[in-house]
């Protein structure tokens, strides 16, 4: 984004209320302050560890009937929420799905698996409420 010169012009969409999902590195660019700083918390990078301890897991994900396989690739997780963002998943104290306003961050892949649950919560929630 940076490179094409597209950054700017991203970030003022997304910080005018564009429904934006952003995924893993997405969960990172939305939650630091020098990025789009739409979710209030502290993001880990990596914070399950690299490339090796990626792995996969059954979640509960608010708003979702049954478990989400969630596969995670060098995921990053969230800390220090604040007080005005809507946790949506957690593995133990790690937060890995969350919301605020016009925004849906998640550490995993959801388009990495068949279930389409998540994108349809994503349409429902954020995309029809804009149109």
Do not use: W
């Not at 800390?79 to 799905?97: H, M, R």
Request: with cysteine; hydrophobic share 45%; glycine share 6%.
């Amino acid at each position: 984004m940076v490179f094409n010169g597209l950054f700017p012009a991203i970030k003022k969409l997304v910080q005018n209320g564009l429904p934006t999902f952003g995924t893993c590195a997405g969960m990172v660019l939305l939650s630091q302050p020098e990025s789009f700083d739409m979710i209030d918390a502290t993001v880990v990078r990596n914070g399950f560890g690299r490339q090796q301890q990626s792995f996969e897991e059954d979640l509960a994900i608010q708003g979702l009937d049954g478990p989400f396989h969630a596969v995670f690739i060098r995921a990053p997780y969230l800390t220090n929420v604040g007080s005005d963002v809507k946790v949506l998943a957690k593995i133990d104290d790690q937060v890995v799905a969350a919301t605020k306003d016009n925004v849906l961050a998640t550490a995993f892949h959801p388009e990495l698996t068949p279930d389409s649950r998540l994108h349809k919560y994503f349409i429902e929630n954020f995309v029809h409420q804009t149109v």
